[in-house]
């Protein structure tokens, strides 16, 4: 197994460019997340997903957008990039919520000037 | 107050010393997970525990769910074990079955040799 892959691993935008952070995991992991990582601070959470077509807002939804239409797959999308977007975002998936363990992506270095 | 509290929030040892990194929760959690991030890297889960003990080469994870207390152990510490180690709880809030997770504010690791 792959486990959890993010692409890309590096980004620069300028502000209010558009962009979609991919993201597979090919465990059939029911459970998948966004987070956001600023610099020197800790994980924030953007949304997450149940299973295929339910999503959720996390703490910082604002900004983003997300789509789960397969169990692999969900992609976030950044509309109208800003500075404060500068960040990485992981992804990250379980099985379930309960007892299964926690797989993060490698993650996306994004820089919006 | 946060759920999630971690100590200590910095922590520099001695190749060779025997290290604790504290972690204290104020919710109702279905499992505690302890993860580590090296500079400019990735998140790898460690250990994910309800209960009881776990071990894993150098490293031992405790949990004590009465006392809302787990420990993470480094025994034998080595410079390459310098990262942030970061416990994060799950647990079912109001809206029941989330799967999300919150997170310590980490403890960040330098083993000098």
């Known amino acids: 197994n792959a486990g959890v892959t993010q692409t890309p691993k590096f980004r620069i935008l300028k502000i209010g460019q558009s962009m979609t952070l991919q993201c597979t995991q090919d465990?059939?992991?029911?459970?998948m997340y966004w987070y956001r990582q600023d610099p020197g601070m800790g994980l924030k959470l953007i949304y997450y997903?149940?299973?295929?077509?339910?999503?959720d807002k996390g703490e910082v939804p604002n900004g983003y957008n997300v789509s789960r239409s397969t169990t692999e797959d969900f992609p976030l999308r950044l509309e109208l990039a800003a500075p404060s977007q500068t960040s990485v975002y992981f992804c990250a998936s379980s099985v379930v919520s309960s007892g299964g363990g926690e797989y993060f992506g490698p993650g996306t270095r994004l820089t919006v000037l | 107050k946060n759920e999630v509290e971690q100590s200590p929030q910095n922590l520099t040892a001695q190749e060779g010393e025997f290290i604790t990194i504290n972690c204290s929760y104020s919710v109702g959690i279905s499992a505690l997970h302890w993860l580590q991030q090296h500079p400019g890297g990735g998140i790898v889960s460690l250990f994910m525990l309800s209960s009881g003990k776990k071990k894993h080469g150098r490293l031992i994870a405790t949990i004590n769910i009465q006392e809302k207390h787990s420990s993470l152990h480094i025994t034998a510490s080595h410079p390459r074990d310098s990262a942030v180690y970061i416990c994060a709880v799950k647990n079912f809030g109001i809206s029941g079955n989330t799967g999300k997770l919150i997170f310590g504010q980490g403890t960040t690791l330098q083993v000098k040799p």
């Open positions: 997903s149940v299973g295929a077509g339910i999503t």
């Open positions: 465990m059939n992991h029911n459970y």
